[in-house]
């Protein structure tokens, strides 16, 4: 059964500062994809990471996914207020899109 | 853009009850899927399906139905709404297991 382990589950920042997300998955996978929530609002999608070694960036945040230890990160430079949301990130595996599971979550809140 | 929508942003029923949640998403997208999120639990899936009139079982399927009679639409019936089936609904669609799946603003039940 395929495990997703978000950490941290809590993230406050202050603005200026870089901190990062870690996304670690219990079997083998090669796509992961990164979402963002905020509050009372639905999911919307931030990156797709389909290979080992992939990198994306939008903005101040980095994804990337490293498939021989399981691993994704979500970084994040010169945190804004902005930023403020939850952050999930999702693993699928298998060919077919249902089989995607999602972690908790990082609340994350930047002050400034 | 892609749009996914859901019938209702607010839902409130009756123990007992039966209960559809509406879903009609616009870019002939292959895959949709229901989803429910629950505070610290993330979000799990319920049924997914890959095409008219096909379904697959997530992993919370219990007490759940659902119907795919045309492409764009996908329903979620609660065929005897109960209290613990309180939650926030989420419906995506995708185009396949290499792109990211787009989600509806989410419908909050209450069953009372």
């Known amino acids: 059964e395929l495990k997703v382990e978000q950490n941290p589950l809590f993230l406050s920042m202050q603005e200026g500062k870089n901190y990062t997300i870690y996304c670690n998955y219990s079997?083998?996978?090669?796509?992961l994809y990164w979402y963002r929530q905020d509050p009372g609002k639905s999911l919307e999608s931030l990156f797709v990471?389909?290979?080992?070694?992939a990198v994306k960036q939008e903005g101040r945040l980095m994804a990337s996914l490293d498939t021989k230890a399981r691993l994704s990160t979500l970084h994040i430079t010169a945190a804004v207020h902005d930023l403020s949301a939850t952050y999930f990130c999702?693993?699928?595996?298998?060919?077919?899109?249902?089989?995607?599971?999602f972690g908790k979550g990082t609340k994350l809140s930047v002050k400034p | 853009d892609v749009k996914v929508t859901q019938s209702s942003r607010y839902l409130v029923k009756r123990t007992g009850e039966k209960v559809f949640l509406e879903c009609v998403q616009d870019?002939?997208?292959?895959?949709m899927f229901w989803y429910r999120q629950d505070p610290g639990l993330g979000l799990r899936l319920i049924y997914f399906?890959?095409?008219?009139?096909?379904?697959e079982k997530g992993d919370i399927p219990e007490g759940y139905s659902v119907s795919r009679e045309k492409k764009e639409r996908f329903s979620l019936i609660l065929e005897s709404a109960s209290t613990n089936q309180t939650s926030m609904y989420l419906c995506?669609?995708?185009?396949?297991?290499?792109?990211?799946?787009?989600f509806g603003q989410g419908t909050r039940l209450t069953v009372v």
């Open positions: 995506a669609s995708g185009a396949g297991a290499t792109t990211e799946a787009f």
């Open positions: 079997t083998t996978s090669d796509r």
């Open positions: 990471l389909l290979s080992n070694g």
């Open positions: 999702a693993v699928g595996y298998g060919g077919s899109q249902g089989n995607l599971i």
């Open positions: 870019m002939d997208h292959e895959n």
């Open positions: 399906s890959y095409d008219v009139k096909m379904k």
